[in-house]
Every structure is written in C-alpha cells, then in structure tokens.
C-alpha cells in the first residue's frame, strides 16, 4: 500500500517556476514508477510526465517536454516535478501516481494522491 500527497502547488506568472513534489508512505515507494497527470476544468485528465523506479529512464507529454523535469529521490520517499516556463495552458490540478508501468495511460496506476492545484497566469 502506498499513499501519495502532493504539494508546491500555487498561483505563478507566465514565464515563472514552481516545483511540485510528492510525499509517499509505504515501504515499497522504490518500486514503483512515479507519474504525474493533470487535469483542467472540464478536460480529461492526461499524463504528464513518468520515472521508473530507479530513475533511469523519463518520459513526457509533448507540451511539457523540455519545460518540465520529473525525478525522484527514494531515500525520502518523494518524486518531484520541476516546471519551468510555466504558460496559462498548463493551470490545471497536479496528481502524482504510482504504478508498476512507465506507461501514460492513467489506468496502469494503482495509487494516487489528491492533487495540489497550479495557476499560471498571464
């Protein structure tokens, strides 16, 4: 069993930063892929960003790469989202998940915490 909480969310600029992270109990965090997704009003929610376990391979969303950095640290049990040249499209609200796949497909993940709102304005 793992449980997630997020935080680090917050209202920024267009152009600003804002790291997010993510808190896991359970003991076996360092197995599980971590993945962010996010989720405007009235959209689907949709992959962000994914890490393996081990932190040896990432994958992103086309609109976020090379403006987002996802890693992970699992001797405390977090992973991260660093979001740079933040724009108003990417206001949504942030999930971190844990799943035993580095798919983007929301349904491959098996817990999820509850979100920490982003706001970017223009």
């Known amino acids: 069993q793992v449980q997630l909480v997020e935080s680090g969310g917050g209202l920024v600029q267009a152009g600003g930063s804002l790291r997010l992270s993510c808190a896991a109990s359970?003991?076996?965090?360092?197995?599980?892929?971590m993945a962010w997704f996010r989720q405007a009003p009235g959209k689907e929610r949709e992959f962000v960003a994914v890490?393996?376990?081990?932190?040896?391979?990432?994958n992103y969303a086309s609109s976020v790469k090379g403006r987002f950095t996802i890693s992970r640290d699992n001797a405390k049990n977090t992973a991260y989202l660093q979001m740079s040249s933040l724009k108003p499209e990417d206001t949504a609200l942030y999930y971190c998940?844990?799943?035993?796949?580095?798919?983007?497909?929301?349904?491959?993940?098996?817990?999820w915490g509850q979100g920490t709102q982003v706001t970017v304005s223009s």
């Open positions: 998940a844990a799943g035993r796949t580095v798919v983007s497909n929301a349904r491959n993940y098996d817990y």
């Open positions: 359970g003991r076996t965090f360092s197995s599980y892929a």
């Open positions: 890490i393996t376990w081990r932190g040896d391979y990432t």
